[in-house]
């Protein structure tokens, strides 16, 4: 199968057909790779009953968002594998290992059996799967930027870069159109049982798709210009992080894209969290709102794009972030007050405190999975989050056991730590069920009332995150592209952005639930963006050059 013939666009100073193409296949491709790794974010309830069942539920949750960002914690590893590769042997080759990996790993989790069938090879399979899928990602996006990046000619950058900008939300999309689109044609019951499986197995040939598409692609201009030179990196790794490289590197990381992630998984991922496990509301009402703010928005990720050929790529991303940092709070109260309003009077009128030693009250993040939250205090803590009320710790006497006072009425917890498996889950349901009539008799609903909620103003703070999500996303491509020399461009650009959109973006779920757990205000979990965010926006201003005018030839 012959490429498609390109010429250095930088040179050219247009992009000619060809080059349309090849940037219009490589951002399809990278849609189809999207879609594989958040088909899992967008099911994690499902997923967690199906693979953590052995756990209650607060825990699998937490358990199944550990599984979710397991696929983050490997991308920088990923980066520096596939990074080494693309800068040695070239972008297109590479294009095609990673989309092998990603297409068989999805494939695979649609036909894993469940704990309720393999015990705990299954939750051990699926955590493995995605451990597959975090190291082909991590050589997945810096590959498609720097083909795309060297494909653009001088000034157009931002503009072309933000098309793979937008594949990441793409794929998201169109992660939940699929399965909103299998949900209603076999029904809620259905799905849950078995068709969750579905958009998983589906992957398969989008797999197809995307091979076929890569296989067409031409390797980059510059690549090509470079290896003809005979001026390739014989240590990319070693030339990008133990040279004065490393530090723009280390700047790009805590002044761009440490930010830049928790910018994007705290208007995405955790507003989808917020609003299900959160604020009640049910998923299919979830994935529609979400998918439709997605689809408002997305068209910004190239609006700024282009707006940053003009004024810059860092004012964007640095506003990005100040204005998310200054606006969660008031922008997730706005969700509960639209979406659940009868948490807000339910805790105004009979608020919950739970009587406890505080010693024995843990901080529920464990990211490796071993830690066990047994204790009185902990389990009530779970089941005040798993039920959405927002609580107060009141200190008591070492050895209490904890209580839980709703509206002036007391319900005693109890110490799981001696307990088999089995017991603690009974019992844990029995307290549940105890708790739960008790928050019913004061008004803390099980689910979000639609007749109550004020959907246009939902989808209104939703699109405002999105639009937040947009700013810092879309010029991010060119200005890192355009931070690093071609010779290990692929390696450097890939390590800092993976590290922060793997580690701080990746862990913001399950660290943001545990700090909602552990504070008992459900808004907590917010200052862990903010700070970050606030944390980019200094080292990038201070420390971090405009790039826009760069020629990436020199």
Not at 435 to 443: M, V
Not at 445 to 472: C, G, H, S
């Amino acid at each position: 199968m012959s490429s498609i013939p390109v010429t250095p666009a930088s040179k050219a100073g247009t992009l000619t057909q060809g080059h349309k193409k090849v940037i219009f296949a490589s951002s399809l491709g990278t849609v189809f790779e999207w879609y594989d790794f958040y088909l899992y974010g967008s099911l994690a309830a499902i997923i967690a009953r199906q693979f953590f069942s052995g756990l209650n539920e607060a825990s699998a949750m937490i358990f199944t968002l550990l599984a979710f960002a397991a696929g983050f914690a490997v991308r920088p590893f990923g980066a520096l594998l596939f990074g080494r590769i693309g800068d040695m042997v070239g972008r297109k080759y590479t294009f095609l290992i990673t989309i092998v990996i990603m297409g068989l790993s999805t494939f695979v989790v649609g036909l894993l059996p469940s704990y309720a069938t393999i015990g705990i090879a299954a939750p051990a399979i699926l955590i493995a799967l995605r451990l597959l899928q975090g190291l082909a990602l991590g050589g997945e996006y810096g590959g498609a930027a720097t083909y795309v990046a060297e494909h653009a000619p001088n000034g157009k950058r931002g503009l072309y870069t933000s098309f793979i900008q937008t594949t990441a939300t793409v794929g998201l999309f169109l992660s939940l159109l699929v399965i909103l689109g299998c949900q209603t044609l076999m029904g809620k019951d259905a799905f849950a049982e078995w068709g969750w499986r579905i958009p998983f197995l589906l992957s398969i040939l989008l797999l197809g798709v995307s091979v076929w598409i890569r296989m067409q692609l031409a390797e980059s201009p510059l690549f090509q210009q470079m290896k003809a030179e005979g001026k390739q990196s014989k240590a990319p790794i070693t030339e990008s992080f133990f040279s004065k490289n490393g530090k723009i590197a280390l700047l790009a990381l805590l002044g761009a894209t440490a930010g830049q992630a928790v910018v994007w998984y705290g208007g995405q991922f955790y507003a989808m969290y917020f609003l299900q496990q959160i604020l009640r509301v049910d998923s299919t009402t979830t994935w529609l709102m979400i998918a439709a703010a997605l689809a408002l928005a997305t068209p910004f990720f190239v609006f700024f794009g282009w707006l940053s050929d003009k004024i810059g790529r860092k004012k964007i991303v640095m506003a990005g972030c100040l204005l998310a940092a200054l606006t969660y709070f008031p922008l997730f109260k706005g969700l509960t007050h639209y979406a659940t309003p009868a948490i807000h009077d339910a805790s105004a009128a009979s608020p919950v405190t739970v009587h406890a030693d505080q010693k024995t009250c843990s901080f529920q993040f464990d990211p490796v999975g071993t830690a066990k939250f047994t204790s009185s205090c902990d389990i009530a803590r779970s089941a005040l989050i798993k039920a959405s009320v927002p609580y107060t710790v009141v200190d008591v006497p070492a050895s209490a056991v904890a209580e839980v006072d709703v509206g002036g009425q007391r319900i005693a917890s109890f110490d799981g730590g001696s307990l088999a498996t089995d017991e603690l889950k009974e019992r844990t349901a029995a307290f549940g069920a105890e708790l739960r009539t008790a928050l019913n008799t004061h008004g803390y609903p099980e689910q979000a009332d639609p007749a109550r909620m004020n959907k246009p103003m939902v989808l209104l703070i939703l699109f405002i995150l999105v639009l937040y999500v947009t700013m810092v996303y879309g010029p991010i491509a060119a200005w890192l592209v355009e931070l690093f020399p071609t010779r290990i461009r692929y390696t450097s650009m890939s390590l800092p952005y993976h590290i922060g959109n793997g580690w701080f973006g990746g862990f913001l779920p399950s660290l943001s639930l545990a700090l909602v757990i552990w504070k008992g205000d459900i808004y907590y979990g917010l200052w862990y963006p903010i700070i970050i965010a606030l944390m980019t926006f200094v080292v990038g201003c201070l420390f971090l050059p405009e790039t826009k005018d760069r020629d990436i030839t020199q």
